[in-house]
């Protein structure tokens, strides 16, 4: 069962225009909604994350829109920049005392031309 | 900034053979966990170390694997006879709390079953 669904696979983006990547969840006990970012070589780095309680959250270019009632979730890279071209992953977790597993999406490959 | 170490970047393992893959967390951090992610695929949890103990664990965790934190500082997953199936990048990740507070990941080892 895949609990969290990610779209689109790939995206091509200008510079300067606005990257949009949606998840989807399944479980709604799920609390914790992370962003992470993968460069080759390299591993995720967390970019931004969401709790279910705010609808919004932004770090300079980075912007998290987040629906409860529909279970989904968006990431919004504005003025986007080649240097933005990487993997980015969503992931949920479920509330824990001792560790939590990130649950990942499949990924989103972006591109952004010069 | 502080940062997960782990090595070696790249492993190179006969079918059948042990592999101990090794990771140092941050040092104040208190979760350790293991994820892996099979080439072009996305990021699988494996599991989940607090308190000496294993926290939580995914499916793909079977009796061929164990985790163990020898000393204060590093942290290692071990593959008792290694499958053609475990080839894959592993990434170690460690976070401070586990009131979802960030996972911090590792560059990856890459394993490579022959």
């Known amino acids: 069962q895949q609990q969290v669904k990610q779209s689109p696979q790939s995206l091509i983006v200008q510079k300067g225009g606005i990257s949009i990547i949606n998840c989807a969840y399944e479980?709604?006990?799920?609390?914790?909604f992370p962003w992470y970012q993968q460069f080759p070589g390299k591993g995720p780095a967390l970019l931004i994350a969401i709790r279910p309680d705010v609808s919004e959250k932004k770090e300079g270019r980075f912007t998290i829109s987040f629906n409860k009632s529909a279970k989904q979730f968006s990431l919004h890279i504005m003025d986007s920049q080649p240097g933005d071209s990487a993997t980015y992953f969503c992931a949920a977790s479920l509330p824990s005392n001792s560790g939590y597993a990130l649950n990942f999406g499949k990924g989103t490959s972006l591109l952004v031309t010069p | 900034e502080p940062e997960v170490t782990q090595t070696p970047s790249h492993q190179v393992t006969q079918m059948g053979q042990e592999v101990i893959l090794r990771c140092v967390p941050i040092?104040?951090?208190?979760?350790f966990y293991w994820y892996r992610q099979i080439l072009g695929q996305k990021v699988e949890f494996l599991v989940s170390f607090y308190n000496n103990e294993i926290s939580e664990k995914s499916e793909i965790f079977d009796d061929q694997f164990s985790v163990e934190r020898p000393d204060g500082s590093n942290f290692t997953l071990k593959i008792r006879s290694t499958k053609l199936e475990d080839s894959a990048m592993y990434f170690c990740a460690s976070s401070w709390s586990s009131s979802n507070q960030p996972q911090h990941f590792g560059d990856g080892t890459r394993l490579s079953i022959l």
């Open positions: 479980n709604t006990a799920f609390d914790y």
């Open positions: 040092s104040n951090h208190l979760y």
